[in-house]
């Protein structure tokens, strides 16, 4: 199915209906970022995709970004952002930056877009009930980029238990109170992995995994452990694909059943990667 096509129209077929009754009652862990988020429009129809899901019975936990929101921000405050193989360095006056834009902004414009379609939605960060304990990524004074040192999942299973789906930005809390803020990638596939997410999903501005990184229709729709590894070795994967791709392998290893790239930018794609046998993403499994 071309991408024309796919982008306008989303069937229900017999195949559909077959997979959407595998589906209820699992959990799925989507994490929504890059230029997917942009757009308005395209905003919307995301959030009416993901509505959709939930209303089959599947319990969603959403994880989202916001980065070019956080860049905007930034170089209004005459601050320079910073990367380094993909990961957003993160001194003491960017990270109430961040704060400021995912739990303030980004997140409560998510919640309200499923409240406004009846899908009850709440907001969360990794502060909220201990979610999720941070820990310094380095050793360097003044860096407050995290990594996940613990999950504590039990608010997530509360409200996916009570028909609520949660909304969670990618900031946590040291043992020590500080403030850190954690690629929403590598944040997302530590809650999939604590509770035991059926499926890991990264909807974000990429097709998926390519072979050919200047050609958007050489995704590669079947990916092993083995084959990423080579993809690695010869430059394939790099840049900011290289934490998405280890966040799906990250969440495989603690028994997460599959994991998907998923272009958010096309009309009906998560539908087609979820509900459909063809698929249009890319999907990794052990």
Same mark, same amino acid.
């Given at each position: ?39 308005? $429009?395209? *905003? ?13 019975? $599947? ?12 860049? &905007? ?10 990367? *380094?193989? =993909? ?58 980029? =995290? ?6 999942? *039990? ?16 900031? &946590?809390?040291?043992?020590? =109170? ?18 035991? &997410? ?18 958007? *229709?050489?995704v590669i729709k079947d990916l092993s452990f083995e084959k990423i590894k080579k993809l690695k070795s010869d430059g394939t994967i790099k840049g900011g694909m290289i934490p998405k791709v280890d966040s799906c392998l990250d969440a495989l290893n603690s028994n ?21 046998? &063809? ?8």
């Amino acid at each position: 199915m071309s991408n024309s096509i796919m982008s306008h129209r989303f069937y229900f077929s017999s195949e559909t209906i077959t997979l959407i009754r595998q589906y209820v009652g699992s959990t799925f862990v989507i994490k929504y970022g890059g230029s997917a988020m942009k757009d308005e $429009i395209v *905003q919307s129809n995301v959030i009416e995709d993901i509505a959709l899901l939930s209303s089959f019975g $599947i319990k969603i936990i959403l994880v989202h970004g916001g980065g070019y929101l956080v860049d &905007a921000w930034l170089k209004k405050l005459d601050l320079r952002p910073e990367f *380094q193989n =993909g990961i957003r360095i993160t001194d003491a006056k960017a990270v109430e930056v961040v704060e400021m834009v995912l739990s303030g902004q980004v997140n409560k414009k998510l919640v309200s877009l499923f409240n406004n379609i009846h899908i009850p939605a709440v907001g969360l960060s990794g502060k909220d009930a201990n979610l999720v304990i941070a820990a310094p990524i380095s050793n360097k004074d003044g860096d407050f980029t =995290g990594i996940v040192s613990k999950v504590s999942p *039990q608010i997530l299973h509360n409200l996916t238990a009570n028909g609520f789906l949660p909304v969670i930005s990618s900031l &946590a809390s040291s043992s020590l =109170g500080f403030t850190y803020n954690i690629n929403a990638d590598t944040f997302a596939s530590a809650i999939a992995s604590n509770v035991q &997410a059926d499926k890991f999903i990264l909807l974000t501005d990429t097709p998926g995994v390519l072979a050919d990184i200047s050609n958007p *229709q050489t995704v590669i729709k079947d990916l092993s452990f083995e084959k990423i590894k080579k993809l690695k070795s010869d430059g394939t994967i790099k840049g900011g694909m290289i934490p998405k791709v280890d966040s799906c392998l990250d969440a495989l290893n603690s028994n997460v059943k599959a994991a998907h790239i998923v272009d958010g930018r096309l009309r009906y794609s998560l539908l087609h990667e979820l509900l459909t046998y &063809a698929r249009v993403g890319s999907r990794i499994v052990l």
